[in-house]
């Protein structure tokens, strides 16, 4: 009998090694060591057995069953591990290929300079103010120091809509509005929009463009504090290491009025085809403001002093990012407006 | 104002610094220079020279063979075309190896056989314009003076060995629209004295006065006005050194009488006029304001007509010149004039102006007299051209001068301290370096009791107040020198609600893969109510550009599709665009159009497109109407926004929704209609335009949670057959509306119009979810609330499949 457990034992082994996949495997098991396989009838005939030899038969049956069932265990396993292997094999995929399309959208250039000045300027506690498009004649010019008549008016080509009412020609009759509504206090704000001026459209030239300007007004306002403004707006647009310079200019609504020159951010200073070989680039005009502006909108110009600038978001885009023609910023071409995705951190 | 160099040194200066240099100090000192121009153009090797002789060409009937002297032993022989060469004549000559402006060099040639060494020039070869050029030499060579030598330099005969400084002046600054003015600014940045022209001659004594009567009958419109009388002149070009001056200052060389006028202007800046004496016949000068339809034909051969408000100089019975703008053909100084009257006026500068705004007529006077001319120069200029006259002409002056003088010639008086300038520059000049700089600029100024007491010259008109005194010290003390400060205090900045719900806007449509467009307010007037939300009269402009751009637009929708077309037309697969913008509408008390902000879109050509995986989508309208959804759920308003069938012209008759906002109308979303998008070239294509404002209005502020539903939900499916026209929306609102709060939502997930239904009909199947967030809900409570439902479809005649 131990000899036939013996001869029992290699033979299950070796149809366990011979056993190619699980289901092959499973009949071993059934066969062998189910209720009707010949090792239950080794232990089903043990009764025969002498009352000494049974527990060792007994102990003898149960390793040769244990080694059985360990080893059919570990085949499974690794049968299994095959199968999953050759499954996994069979759900490659090619990872070169494009992912699944996500659109992004962007802002325009525009706006993305636009806002990049208002969160400046937002975090140096200014609120943004905003206003109509079609204005009044009063708050477009006559506010700003510019009765009629006045020939610095010809300055800027208007486009009236009737002799009271005309399509505003820069976003200062904000500034008016806001000082009036103000009634004194003191005012900080930035003042984006659209403006419009009579000039044909050509690469140089837009009957429509965006402006921002700021407005500052409280005790003690000095020339001093507009340069070092306009320092920290010029470092946040152009980089840090740009310089400003100011020149003496003129603009009604302000005295002294000065145009400022940023250092050439594509060359540094020394001179190339943006700068047109200057180093300097005019990106804005500023002043402070003129005291009758400051009195029409009831500021007792005795007692506070302000400053203001103006800045074209359409220029400040073409030197950032070397646009060179101002319709594309009007015809939105998808291959124009595409490229702005990119954040500059 | 061109600005020659050589003739500004007569004043001032400047021969320490070079061109440039100079330049850069008056730019950054407040007159920007917008151009330095070097009048030689790197012009070499011309001379002048002799025509000795003159041959026609042997073979060419156009062109003259010449012997001509440039100051060497022997003669050189040149090739001429010009039709008015001549023997005797002194001529412009560039010899071999001769550089002219536009890179040409003159090298030995020869002419259909015949030897030529140089050529013969005109003054447009010497880079002059043709527009400058005297009329008798604007179509040949140009003949110089008897009395010049040949093989002299021809660039120094004509002052082209010089430098013009091109001047932008801001409006405040006409005092440089003199020479005098432009030495005054240079002298004080150099910090020089300004050398004024002597002024004697030796007068008549026969009295002005006795020849000429004056009267002035609108003082207001013309305060001052002065007569000088020169008799016996002798009409005739001009000396070299006067028509080269002209000519640098952009001015054209006519005869001496009128360049001296031209001189005297572009010298002090004051216009002058001269008429001849005879030809004005009466002896007189009235000036006056014209009578309503008068009638005057000026020097440019044109008939006038003029205004009550239109300042004239008459001879007492017609009209003679319109004040400060053009002078009258009746009485212009002519070649066989022997008296003329020189004309020094001040007119009122806004009198001038309109009456040449009116005209259409700017001249170099009205620019001047319509900024205002020096008051205390009308007299110096006068007496400027009479001696001139009397130089140049070998005119008599006629003692005295014919005057009515009322102008007011007192400077301005400002009243400044020095802190008051310091503190707005925030700077520490002291009072010495002030005093300075008032000095150099010649203004008198006192200092007393801290405080300045400055009397601004009246050649500086722009000087009016202390913040001007500010500039002045500012600019030449010099913009580098201010330091750099921020404001001080500290408040805190913040965008409105409004502004930060607008950027939150724009980020669900970048996100929803839009590009943001920016387009013109201006549209045609046929544009400009095109799928507008309201029906509201348009603004037109009153002088547009062009009928594209005459009309403020009502909707965003025309120009998105401009760009939309535009795109498709450059093969782009896909349009998706959104703008926020302002649209106009109607007339509000004050006359102006409530500008309403809108937020619109336009979406054409293929959505989602992953083709190796055989994925592949078109826009259509629920693609656009995920976005719209997307900008409601985003700002809260999802349960506040319905959308209804409507009709709109341009739109799709079945594709078209109008957007209620509780109940009122604030939105459309559409497929264009076809014609419209065959109009524009584009294929099916959708818009949708919301009012930004009323939508940014009713946006939740707050943002309250809701319990996170911790017991299972029941879902049970609804099928219904329904008539094809019931909106499926209708049937949502029903279900809502059935009167269980267990219902917490309802989703249409499945609509058939196949051949398996009845004519007419569509199946749509609804989706609906029950649930308590306190409790595990029992089957029966959900049978209970399903048959609510039930009930409330079975009433409105829905049928259940
Ligand atoms: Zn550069």
């Known amino acids: 009998m131990e000899q036939q457990l013996t001869q029992l034992e290699q033979e299950v082994l070796t149809k366990i090694a011979e056993a190619a996949d699980l289901k092959a495997l499973n009949e071993v098991r059934v066969a062998y060591l189910g209720k009707k396989g010949p090792i239950t009838d080794l232990l089903k005939g043990m009764g025969k057995l002498s009352a000494e030899e049974r527990p060792k038969m007994g102990a003898l049956v149960n390793t040769v069953r244990e080694n059985v069932t360990a080893q059919l265990e570990q085949k499974v396993a690794l049968l299994e591990e095959a199968a999953i292997l050759a499954q996994l094999e069979n759900e490659s995929i090619d990872v070169t290929l494009p992912g699944a399309q996500v659109r992004i959208g962007n802002r325009h250039p525009l706006t993305r300079v636009v806002e990049e000045i208002e969160d400046l300027f937002v975090g140096m506690g200014y609120e943004i103010a905003e206003g109509p498009e079609v204005e009044r004649d009063y708050y477009n010019f006559e506010a700003l ?172 885009a073409m030197l950032k990012y070397g646009v060179d023609d101002i319709r594309h910023f009007y015809t939105n071409d998808t291959r124009f407006l595409s490229q702005f995705h990119q954040a500059e951190v | 104002m061109l600005v020659s160099l050589k003739w500004l040194s007569q004043y001032v200066d400047v021969d320490s610094l070079t061109a440039n240099e100079l330049a850069e100090k008056i730019t950054r000192a407040g007159i920007e220079v917008d151009a330095v121009i070097d009048r030689s153009q790197g012009m070499t090797n011309v001379v002048v020279g002799h025509v000795v002789s003159k041959e026609k060409h042997p073979e060419a009937d156009k062109l003259n063979v010449c012997q001509v002297d440039v100051g060497e032993e022997e003669l050189q022989q040149i090739v001429c075309g010009a039709p008015n060469v001549d023997a005797g004549q002194k001529v412009i000559v560039a010899r071999p190896g001769a550089k002219l402006p536009g890179g040409i060099k003159i090298k030995k040639a020869k002419l259909r056989g015949q030897e030529s060494n140089g050529m013969i020039c005109s003054l447009q070869e010497l880079g002059i314009e043709g527009r400058l050029v005297p009329k008798a030499y604007a179509e040949g060579i140009y003949v110089l003076p008897a009395d010049s030598v040949p093989g002299a330099d021809v660039l120094a005969l004509f002052g082209l060995d010089d430098t013009v400084l091109e001047l932008g002046l801001t409006p405040n600054r006409s005092d440089a629209m003199s020479m005098l003015g432009v030495a005054y600014d240079v002298a004080a940045i150099l910090g020089q004295d300004v050398k004024l022209p002597e002024i004697t001659y030796a007068a008549a004594s026969e009295k002005a006065t006795d020849l000429l009567k004056l009267r002035v009958e609108n003082i207001e419109a013309n305060p001052m006005y002065a007569a000088k009388v020169v008799k016996n002149i002798e009409v005739k070009d001009s000396p070299l050194w006067l028509q080269n001056y002209l000519m640098a200052a952009g001015v054209r060389p006519l005869n001496n009488v009128v360049d001296i006028t031209n001189y005297v202007l572009m010298e002090y800046g004051q216009p002058l006029h001269a008429f001849d004496y005879d030809r004005l016949e009466t002896g007189e000068i009235v000036t006056r304001l014209a009578k309503d339809g008068e009638t005057m034909t000026t020097l440019d051969d044109q008939e006038r007509k003029l205004a009550s408000h239109n300042l004239v100089i008459t001879n007492g019975l017609e009209a003679e010149a319109i004040a400060g703008v053009m002078g009258g053909e009746k009485s212009e100084v002519t070649d066989a004039t022997k008296t003329v009257v020189i004309e020094s006026a001040y007119f009122n500068p806004g009198s001038v102006r309109r009456t040449s705004k009116e005209i259409g007529l700017r001249s170099d006077s009205s620019a001047r007299f319509e900024k205002g001319v020096d008051p205390n120069r009308v007299l110096v200029a006068a007496e400027r051209a009479a001696q001139l006259l009397a130089e140049l002409a070998n005119g008599e002056v006629l003692e005295g001068t014919v005057l009515v003088d009322e102008l007011d010639k007192t400077p301005v008086r400002i009243v400044v301290s020095p802190d008051f300038i310091n503190g707005r520059l925030g700077m520490k000049i002291s009072l010495e370096e002030m005093l300075d ?113 005459s009309t403020l637009r009502q909707s965003l929708i025309p120009h998105l599709v401009e760009s939309a077309s535009y795109n498709v037309a450059r093969q782009a697969d896909t349009v998706a665009l959104y703008e926020v913008g302002s649209v106009f509408f109607g007339q ?214």
């Open chain 1, 145 to 316: 120091n510019l009765p009629k008549g006045h020939p610095a008016r010809d300055m800027q080509d208007t486009f009236y809509i009737t002799e009271e009412l005309l399509l505003r020609t820069h976003t200062s009759p904000v500034q008016a509005r806001t000082m009036e509504a103000k009634k004194g206090e003191h005012i900080r704000i930035i003042c984006p929009g659209k403006v419009f001026r009579r000039d044909a459209d050509d690469a140089t030239h837009s009957h429509q463009f965006m402006q921002i300007e700021g407005l500052v007004i409280g005790e003690n306002i000095r020339m001093s504090d507009l340069k070092g403004t306009l320092d920290v707006l010029a470092k946040k647009m152009f980089g840090a290491e740009r310089e400003i310079r100011l020149r003496p200019s003129f603009f009604p609504f302000t005295e002294p009025s000065v145009e400022v020159d940023v250092s050439c951010h594509k060359c540094g200073g020394e001179g190339c085809n943006v700068c047109k070989k200057t180093g300097w680039i005019e990106i804005l005009g500023a002043g402070m403001v003129h005291p009758n502006v400051l009195e029409m909108a009831g500021y007792d110009s005795k007692k506070v002093s302000g400053f203001a600038f103006g800045i074209g978001a359409e220029r400040i």
């Open chain 2, 437 to 549: 700089i008032l000095a150099r600029l010649k203004f008198d100024v006192e200092a007393a009791n801290g405080v300045l007491v400055i009397d601004a010259p009246t050649r500086r008109g722009d000087i009016k107040i202390p913040e001007d005194i500010v500039e002045e010290i500012a600019r030449m003390y010099g913009y580098d020198e201010i330091p750099m400060s921020l404001p001080a205090g500290d408040q805190p900045g913040k965008l409105t609600a409004y502004q930060a719900g607008r950027r939150i806007v724009r980020n669900v449509m970048e996100g929803a893969g839009l590009y943001q467009a920016v387009t013109y307010s201006l549209t045609s007037s046929a544009n400009a109510q095109k799928f507008a939300l309201k029906e509201e009269t348009t603004t037109k402009l009153l002088m547009p550009m062009s009928e594209d751009r």
């Open chain 2, 588 to 801: 509000t008390a004050e006359g102006t159009p409530v500008e309403e902000e809108h937020l619109a879109l336009v979406l054409t050509g293929k959505w989602i497109d992953n083709s190796w995986q055989g994925e592949k989508k078109n826009v259509d309208f629920f693609v656009a109407k995920g976005m719209i959804e997307a900008v409601f759920a985003k700002l809260g308003l999802t349960n506040h926004v319905t959308y209804a069938k409507a009709v709109v012209d341009g739109l799709h008759p079945g594709r078209t929704a109008e957007i209620l906002l509780d109940g009122e109308k604030i939105g459309v979303l559409a497929q264009l209609h076809p014609q419209e998008q065959k109009a524009m070239d584009v294929k099916e294509t959708y818009v949708a335009e919301l009012n930004l404002h009323a939508i940014l209005k009713a946006a939740k502020e707050e943002l309250i949670y809701s319990v996170v539903p911790r017991f299972p939900v029941m879902t049970r499916d609804i099928a219904l057959e329904l008539d094809r026209a019931v909106p499926a929306g209708e049937i949502v609102a029903i279900i809502n509306n059935a009167g269980t709060k267990l219902l917490k939502d309802v989703k249409v997930f499945d609509v058939y119009e196949g051949e398996k239904m009845a004519e007419g009909k569509k199946s749509v199947a609804f989706s609906l979810k029950y649930f308590d967030p306190e409790r595990t809900l029992t089957d029966e409570e959900v049978v209970a609330a399903h048959n609510k439902v039930l009930k409330a479809l079975a009433e409105a005649g829905a049928e259940v499949r």
